[in-house]
């Protein structure tokens, strides 16, 4: 069963930058699209950004366009997501998630069956 440990995360200035990243314990995470979510106190899990297992697809919530990157590299079986321009509603709990999927990404959590234990993002203003 893949594992998914993220790090990265702690506390940044508003206006700042931040990169999170994940490592995957399993040699599928080729296979497999990778997603970020996030969940901050009081609030439902919201999704952040997603890559398909080439690379080749890649889907950004709104709040997060332009600002955010997600990239991975499937011979450290890593995904990284970069932080920029912060915003102290970006504060949250990240968490990575896998999906084995041979074609595209999903936006749906409820997709994803491996999840990382999270890193706690922490925004000052």
């Not at 890559?51 to 995904?79: C, H, P």
């Amino acid at each position: 069963q893949m594992q998914l440990v993220e790090s990265g995360g702690g506390l940044v200035q508003a206006g700042g930058s931040l990169r999170l990243s994940c490592a995957a314990s399993d040699r599928t995470f080729s296979t497999c699209a990778m997603g970020w979510f996030r969940q901050a106190p009081g609030k439902e899990r919201e999704f952040v950004a997603a890559i398909s297992r080439s690379g080749q697809y890649i889907l950004y919530a709104d709040s997060v366009k332009g600002r955010f990157t997600i990239s991975r590299d499937n011979i450290k079986a890593t995904v990284d997501l970069a932080m920029n321009s912060v915003k102290p509603e970006d504060a949250a709990v990240y968490y990575c998630a896998a999906e084995v999927r041979n074609y595209g990404v999903t936006t749906k959590g409820d997709e994803y069956p491996y999840w990382g234990q999270g890193t706690q993002v922490t925004v000052s203003s």
